[in-house]
């Protein structure tokens, strides 16, 4: 289960995304075709398998049209879908549902394919400890949406975004002067509540984040090998995450050297869309 979206980020989305296509004169192909009184239904059906993300957006493209439009959700948020499966049924003004069509499936199509592969990573790893997280390689504008996109596949979010935890960046380290300068100033700096992340690159780099005390390491482009050492070395002392080179195909391997967490900026900015459609009945 994941917390539900802020209707008040939904409805901005949606407003902007339809403000977009619509322009100043509106949708000018359905209102030349179709009759201002015609009604239909139609449904939002997968045409892939995956998992769902995304809905209260594509409703809220179709309310924000024409309130008159009714929406009934199948597979919502963090829901299997295979090939056929319909996740929404739509009924009401047809030049209501021709309109906002597209921003509907645009959303719930790319925030699916962000919970789809997602879902594949986690999956992946099941059987070990390390949990699938995402990173700040987001859409502009769309980070909460697709940070829930991952919750819903099962992976977990990193930081939100600058605001919310320090992470040391290896430009950090080389801009501070050295990892121990980098760790004492972030510790003397942020609250007992915050917590604060240092990426390193190398096993003499790690032991010097472990003894300097930092709460999460990052192992950056580390082999398997140097990750088995890594969490050798650690003990426990630190929460280790892996980043760097992870796909379908190397994720397994990662997680079995036993870090904790495994970063991938792919589910978030590289992750193909789910393929929805909306039929009409």
């Known amino acids: 289960m994941t917390a539900p979206l802020s209707p008040l980020l939904v409805e901005e989305a949606v407003r902007r995304a339809l403000e977009e296509d619509l322009g100043l004169a509106g949708d000018i192909t359905t209102s030349a075709c179709i009759p201002e009184n015609a009604t239909s239904r139609a449904v939002i059906a997968a045409r892939r398998a995956g998992v769902i993300a995304g809905v209260d957006l594509a409703q809220a493209a179709f309310r924000l049209v024409d309130p008159a439009i009714r929406t009934s959700v199948d597979h919502g948020d963090g829901a299997p879908v295979h090939v056929a499966d319909i996740v929404m049924h739509i009924e009401g003004p047809s030049r209501g549902i021709l309109s906002a069509e597209r921003v509907a499936l645009n959303f719930l199509g790319h925030l699916s394919g962000v919970a789809t592969a997602t879902a594949a990573l986690v999956e992946a790893v099941k059987g070990t400890k390390a949990k699938i997280a995402c990173t700040r390689k987001t859409t502009p504008g769309l980070r909460a949406f697709e940070k829930h996109a991952v919750l819903c596949g099962g992976g977990a979010n990193h930081r939100f975004g600058l605001f919310d935890a320090v992470m040391i960046k290896d430009n950090h380290i080389a801009a501070a002067g050295g990892i121990a300068a980098a760790l004492c100033a972030a510790r003397d700096s942020v609250g007992h509540m915050v917590k604060i992340e240092i990426e390193v690159d190398s096993l003499a780099q790690l032991e010097e984040a472990l003894k300097d005390g930092a709460d999460v390491i990052l192992l950056d482009n580390m082999s398997v090998t140097e990750l088995k050492e890594a969490v050798a070395l650690a003990k426990g002392r630190a929460v280790l995450e ?22 991938s900026g792919w589910i978030t900015h590289s992750a193909p869309a789910l393929d929805l459609g909306l039929d009409f009945l």
């Open 242 to 263: 892996a980043s760097g080179g992870v796909s379908l195909d190397t994720v397994r391997a990662i997680a079995e050297t036993g870090v904790d967490r495994i970063s």
